[in-house]
């Protein structure tokens, strides 16, 4: 049976038959709160061992407690009727996964393979639990692949665990998968999962991806000299973006001292190749990029030759660490936090400082005089002086 905190309004059931749960209820009268904890003990004594989510469990037990006698009688009916765990409807995960992933790849055909990747990984978890239709998901189901993909890592390159950034991206994937079910009428309630969530712990789960020291990033440029990808790796160096925005760049996206991309957001709506809204902007053009257009190289070489010229002689440095290592660049070498943050493409400046701030340290001035000047200068090279050489 479940008790109950009358000081906080607290209910709390850590009965065998009923998964452990504990919600608050609106502290309004003794006997409502008694009502409510009434008519949450009916509601598990009904159900039995199936589950209910904690939202849905809340709703019912103050439903009931807001009734009168003819209303309680009118709803223990309905529950007695009610059985979740055998729906007429109830169809296979796998044909949910895969009109969730035709769905994604008709909104965005360029990403149709990585969300084949995670239908996959969620198929893998679904056969690992022996889960095969929607009738098998409850409230545990989400809990449970957290605690499963935290040590199944696919990927054969790394034995690094999973950061907890890759987790709740697909545990988001999950929660697509569950909202199309109930859309489609066969699970009942879509926002099973909504209040799951992935705790990011550093050392453990959240991953700190280092920037290039300043002889790190010459060694790179230098052996990269007579490859196709160098002036992509450059151009990421002095903008910071994406290797993603590449496909969004052309001879027309720098004019007039500017350098646009992704065009114009509109509203909450994010521009064509643009990760957010904030991905729309304007850079501007020093003296390196300008050659880099005139050159035209990074117009025939595609992203994918700079990756794979990265993996294969260089170990350890990929295309993303180049846009952590523009940060870094111009955080040492004091430029705003604001400027910064709207160069990334960041929506709020927050999230810069806490990707970045780790490796500029609170007060920067007193001390770091001559690291400020050695990382003006390089910068200076970079942006102004690279090509005069």
């Given amino acids: 049976m479940a008790s109950l905190d009358i000081k906080r309004g607290l209910i709390r059931d850590r009965s065998n038959n009923y998964p452990e749960v504990s919600y608050y209820i609106p502290k309004t009268s003794m006997k409502f709160m008694r009502e409510c904890l009434k008519g949450h003990n009916m509601i598990t004594l009904l159900l039995g061992k199936n589950k209910l989510p904690k939202k849905e469990l809340k709703a019912y037990a103050i439903r009931y407690a807001s009734l009168d006698n003819y209303g309680k009688t009118e709803l223990i009916k309905k529950l007695v009727m009610l059985d979740i765990s055998k729906n007429p409807n109830d169809v296979t995960l796998a044909s949910i996964a895969d009109s969730w992933l035709e769905r994604k790849s008709i909104e965005n055909p360029i990403r149709k393979t990585s969300f084949k990747y995670h239908r996959d990984i969620i198929m893998k978890f679904f056969d690992s639990e022996k889960l095969t239709t929607t009738a098998d998901l409850n409230y545990d189901t989400a809990i449970k692949y957290i605690k499963w993909r935290t040590v199944s890592n696919f990927n054969a390159h790394s034995s690094n665990p999973l950061s907890a950034s890759t987790i709740k991206h697909e545990l988001q994937t999950l929660r697509q998968m569950a909202r199309l079910a109930a859309r489609e009428g066969h699970l009942q309630n879509g926002g099973i999962w909504d209040d799951v969530t992935v705790k990011a712990v550093a050392g453990v789960n959240k991953k700190v991806v280092e920037p290039l020291t300043i002889e790190e990033q010459k060694e790179l440029l230098s052996k990269m000299e007579s490859m196709p990808s160098h002036d992509i790796a450059l151009l990421l160096l002095i903008t910071g973006i994406r290797i993603g925005e590449l496909d969004a760049l052309s001879k027309d996206s720098l004019n007039n001292g500017m350098l646009t991309l992704h065009g114009e957001g509109v509203g909450r709506y994010k521009p064509i190749g643009g990760k957010t809204v904030a991905s ?22 595609s992203p994918n030759s700079l990756k794979i010229a990265l993996k294969r002689n260089f170990k350890g440095i990929h295309a993303h660490r180049l846009r952590h290592t523009f940060a870094v660049n111009k955080l040492l070498a004091q430029t705003p936090l604001q400027m910064v943050s709207y160069q990334m493409g960041h929506s709020e400046t927050g999230i810069t400082a806490d990707l970045y701030g780790k490796f500029v340290p609170e007060h920067f001035k007193a001390g770091f005089e001559e690291t400020i000047r050695i990382r003006k200068e390089h910068l200076d090279w970079l942006e102004n002086h690279y090509f005069l050489i």
Avoid at 280 to 301: D, H, M, Y
């Fill in 280 to 301: 729309s902007r304007t850079l501007p053009v020093c003296p390196t990029l300008a050659k880099l257009f005139e050159r035209g190289n990074i117009f025939k070489s």
